[in-house]
């Protein structure tokens, strides 16, 4: 095999000011060092397209990860380690690790960690349902939003990443998801695979009326990854006790004007208010891959994907899934093992 001395990447090419563009992103060549000790070459095989990544563009992720304008943007990809010299991880590998949107990189071996996925069980399954978006539906569930068999929990984009699995560990605990989609395509998926007793068009005219039809008993629980007008209409019909996750503000990393939260509604419901920091909750991390790993293995757990093959189809694909065009986890398939 040829060395590898450089790599097709995408990097940042404007800065996108609301909703980004196919165009804000560009394909380039960049070179490849060698790996030193400490250090591996990998293959990347999947690519995870995230929406927090919308964060990073802007300067405005919770974390260090601002991306500039001409730097290689940033994402978790399942690779297959091509070289490392020091011996600490073997070629042909697969390793769950940060590469960003290229087609080779080096990274450092400690970061670089064994995908484990059950048998049967598709490895870009460490980029969802088990990896990041998993954990983050999980740890909504188990320490935000809590539900109790009988209770009605709705969740905002139910068919992405994150809703896709909260709607079935809801489901697993007895309790009934309502899923708040974009389109009618979604809601089949929501009602046909996922398990969502209900499935709400975010854009009707009729969508408050629809959202107390399927919750007559007003609404226990709420994951939002919704808009503002989404908010408003769910937190008016909060159950008194309700508890609510805030996992995400796709609206406002558009460029849409901060969400506003109605404190008055919060009050009237005696509500628990939290907000989903992803990192704070590692300490789940085998709890979730335990169970939703044997819910995936059994067949009793659906992961649907979206997915593009090429890296070149990286900001295309970006692009959509902040504009809601996406269903089920976003992944570029870079190459083929």
Known sequence: MDPVTSTRAVVLASVPHGAP????????????????????????LDLSLDPFIRSTLGGTHLGDRAVGVGDVVGGRSV???VASPDGSLSPGQLVLVETGWVEHAVVDAATALPVR?????????????????????YAALVRHVRPEPGESVVVASATGG?????????????ARAVAIVGSEEKAALATEELGYAAALLRTSPTFADDLRAACPDRVNGYLHMGDQATL????????????????????QNNGAAPTRM????????????????????????????AEVGAKLAAGEFSM????TVGLEQAGAAFAAMMSGGNIGKVVVEVAAR
């Open 21 to 44: 563009r196919a165009e804000d992103f560009a394909l380039t060549t960049l070179p490849v060092a060698a790996p030193a000790d400490g250090q591996a070459l990998v293959r990347v």
């Open 304 to 307: 649907p994907e979206d997915r």
């Open 232 to 251: 408003d209409a769910v937190m008016e019909q909060l159950a008194v006790g309700a508890r609510v996750s805030l996992i995400g503000v796709p609206d």
């Open 262 to 289: 109605r404190v008055g509604a919060v009050m009237a419901a005696r509500a628990e208010v939290h907000g989903m920091v992803v990192y704070d909750h590692h300490d789940l991390a085998a709890d979730h891959v």
């Open 162 to 174: 994150v809703g896709s699995l909260a709607g079935q560990l809801t489901v697993a605990r007895g």
């Open 79 to 81: 690779a297959e380690v």
């Open 117 to 137: 996925v059950p048998e049967g069980v598709p490895t870009s399954a460490a980029l969802g349902a088990l990896g990041m978006p998993g954990l983050t539906a």
